[in-house]
């Protein structure tokens, strides 16, 4: 197996590796605060979304250190180390306490900036200017079809039931956790890419010019950290940091606060709870779809990513027009008895699954396009800028789910459709100049 077949094949294990560890940790979003609405009868006391906020609040801030913790112990064992924390929060809800439960939020909040970082690292490193918009495609696609099976579950399993028991949540979030186990152990089997020629050459070329000792591990961590600091202040990053704003408010709207919506509306009658599983699939058709065109189109696409931007915020549009038509403006809120209200029509089951589809196909048009800019521009120096990518998502993500336990539907809507609108804009910005910033690195690296 030649070179670029192994990093082809590193591609594919990384999405599949990533696919087991989402199903588990995606469906757990996805049910968590309608889980939790039927625990709070209970000695349990706590919010999905306030957990959601905590986690995406620690993992904005260890964006800082994750490029770090990436030089040091290298993206594959800093995935797996990842992993295990993801599976120990989702092992929590199969007996939750308050105390464990916001615990292993913090914890899981560290474990995914580091495993995003790395995550980034290792596509960058197995794609080259050729490939990374492939590679973007084909692992976005393998990633969200996690959505797909998780949920597939949970609308069979909770389809005409008014109330989570003790055992459904047992049974769902066992088989969640081994899920997530399972992902976990895959990042063992990525091969380490083989260095090209000109990058051994240029090797040996080193060793014979300076035979000293190479960087310690605190100066690769302190290197690490300064490079991405530097990076926040470059034009490019600060115009993609609005679209990537963008991607966490609504990756916050349809991983969490969609699916309650849908379970708390009552006019759905007893099939509202299974229809957070069928959201879920829906949204997941969406984003695989989307990765795997824009996978398969990145090679001849002689347009660049602007129009595929483009698509994603037309899409969104739609379906932030046919939810505020559809659900009720205080669905969101609504108690553990749901809500009776109305929006502009009598509630539509098919309307509101198909929004989900909508919504998944409009993130994977800005989630494959960012993956594949950021690999573009920052080849060489690609942990930092992922971190740096994360931190804002993750920043924004939990400014969302803070929000998103008072505000109405309308003004979440709102807030998603302004964002994404100057995103768009800052995204062309950027790709109109991607050509003229990769010549002028390329050529002050040759001198």
Aim: with cysteine; aromatic share 14%; net charge negative.
């Amino acid at each position: 197996m030649n070179s670029e077949s192994k990093k082809q094949l590193n591609i594919i294990i990384l999405g599949i590796a990533f696919m087991f560890m989402f199903t588990a940790f995606q469906t757990c979003g996805n049910v968590a605060q309608t889980v939790i609405t039927n625990l709070n009868k209970t000695d349990f006391h706590g919010s999905g979304y306030t957990s959601m906020a905590v986690i995406y609040g620690v993992f904005s801030a260890s964006n800082l250190i994750s490029p770090s913790v990436v030089a040091i112990i290298g993206p594959q064992m800093s995935m797996f180390i990842s992993g295990i924390f993801y599976s120990l929060y989702i092992a929590v809800f199969i007996q939750p306490s308050t105390w464990t439960f916001y615990t292993a939020s913090v914890f899981l909040g560290i474990a995914a900036a580091v495993l995003w970082t790395a995550q980034g690292n290792c596509l960058t490193i197995n794609s080259n200017e050729n490939t990374i918009g492939r590679n973007s495609g084909i692992f976005w696609a393998l990633l969200q079809s996690s959505l797909f099976f998780g949920n597939l579950y949970i609308y069979f399993a909770w389809q005409g039931k008014l109330h989570i028991s003790d055992r459904d949540r047992r049974t769902v979030f066992i088989a969640l956790t081994v899920i997530s186990l399972v992902g976990t152990v895959l990042f063992f089997l990525i091969w380490t890419p083989e260095k090209s020629d000109s990058e051994e050459e240029e090797a040996a070329t080193d060793n014979l010019i300076e035979r000293t000792p190479g960087p310690s591990m605190v100066t690769k961590a302190v290197d690490a950290f300064k490079r991405s600091i530097k990076l926040c202040t470059t034009k490019e990053i600060v115009l993609l940091s609005i679209t990537t704003a963008y991607t966490g408010l609504e990756l916050t709207f349809f991983s969490g606060v969609y699916g309650t919506c849908i379970g708390a509306v009552n006019k759905f009658g007893n099939e509202e709870k299974s229809l957070i599983g069928l959201s879920g699939i829906f949204i997941g058709i969406g984003e695989i779809l989307g990765g795997g065109v824009f996978g398969l189109l990145s090679k001849s696409n002689q347009f660049g990513r602007n129009p595929v931007v483009m698509l994603g915020i037309v899409v969104h549009f739609i379906a932030f027009y046919l939810i505020f038509y559809n659900i009720p403006n205080d669905a969101p809120i609504a108690s553990i008895d749901g809500t009776d209200s109305m929006a502009f029509m009598e509630p539509s089951k098919e309307l509101a699954i198909f929004c989900s589809f909508l919504l998944g196909l409009g993130d994977s048009c800005f989630n494959t396009q960012l993956l594949s800019i950021l690999g573009f521009l920052y080849s060489e120096d690609s942990a930092p800028a992922f971190a740096v990518f994360k931190f804002i998502q993750s920043v924004c993500a939990a400014i969302a789910y803070f929000y998103s336990n008072y505000l109405f539907l309308q003004w979440q809507l709102l807030i998603m459709a302004v964002v994404g609108f100057c995103g768009t804009i800052s995204f062309f910005s950027v790709e109109w100049a991607a050509p003229a910033f990769v010549a002028k690195r390329t050529d002050y690296s040759s001198i």
